[in-house]
């Protein structure tokens, strides 16, 4: 019979930094593979004789104390006569099935169309006030902190800025958190703060965003469904004179661009970052181009362009009499 693979996940070495523990993963594992061989009608014994792997690896498998490798996975998966990643990943409702099925057939912009729709239909867009929290996406240079502080002592909700609340949430900078749990790491204080913010403002609230949390697509998908997001664009041209005049080129240059200066392959760089997001940032909830518009103006742009602010319960607008 054969014995564990040399390759495997070593699943034991797995880092506790906020993601399921490595002991409960196993334990999930050994029941997976121990309710398929029930379902199969398959007695230990037959599963070792069929995957050629010992009864005793797999009872130890079976009981979450295996340190499973690949191969083993895979002759414990043909021996079900399943896919291994039917042992790895959780069995979907079948009209949840059904309906993933029909998705898989459509391109990214009918998935963009399906997912409206399916908001619109079952109030799934607006739950617990999500038109009422604002969210704006963009690169910087764009006016997301000057307009979103504007919009928000306007409508007098708080306004936050994400970066701020991912250091708030993980109790240190910006810069320390990526140097200690690098982005893995980074992209969960960042999933962490988002969801705080919601269940802390459902009354209203104007948020700023990173740069980049369109291009990491769970964590963009949460928040679409928290916020109603606008993405206020302008020009390269004008994104580059906006930040050059904020004295701050992050994140448009860095080694050689930072000692030529704000040059021309710098602003080539930033062309390609626009480019490689701008189908994402398309996904906002509505789009306001700043492009040689006043910060007057552009304040008016993005008032027209999000919902109508009604004070909740949490937050009081002042009227005059």
Known sequence: MKTPSVLNFNMNAMPVTGEPDASSTLVELGARVRAWRARRGMTRKALAADSGLSERFLADVESGRGNVSINSLESIACALNIAMLELLHDAPRPALARAHALLGRLDDAQLDQAYALLGATFGLGDVLGREQRIALIGL?????????AQLAAQ??????????????????SMNEILLLHGQAGYRRYERRALLRIAQEHAGGVVMTTG?????????????????????????PEEHMGRVVAQGDMRPFMSGDHASRGAGSEALEDLRRILASREALYARADAVVDTTAR?????????????PAFVAGPQTKKETTP
Not at 216 to 224: A, I
Request: glycine share 8%.
């Open 140 to 148: 910087r240079g764009a006016g997301k902190s000057t307009l979103g």
């Open 155 to 172: 409508r007098s909700v708080p306004f936050v800025e994400l970066d701020r609340e991912i250091e708030r949430e993980a109790g240190t």
């Open 211 to 235: 740069g980049s949390i369109v291009s990491e697509r769970d964590t963009f998908e949460l928040l679409q469904s928290h916020f109603y997001c606008a993405w206020l664009k302008t020009s």
């Open 294 to 306: 006043t910060v007057k103006q552009s304040l008016k742009d993005l008032e027209r362009a999000v």
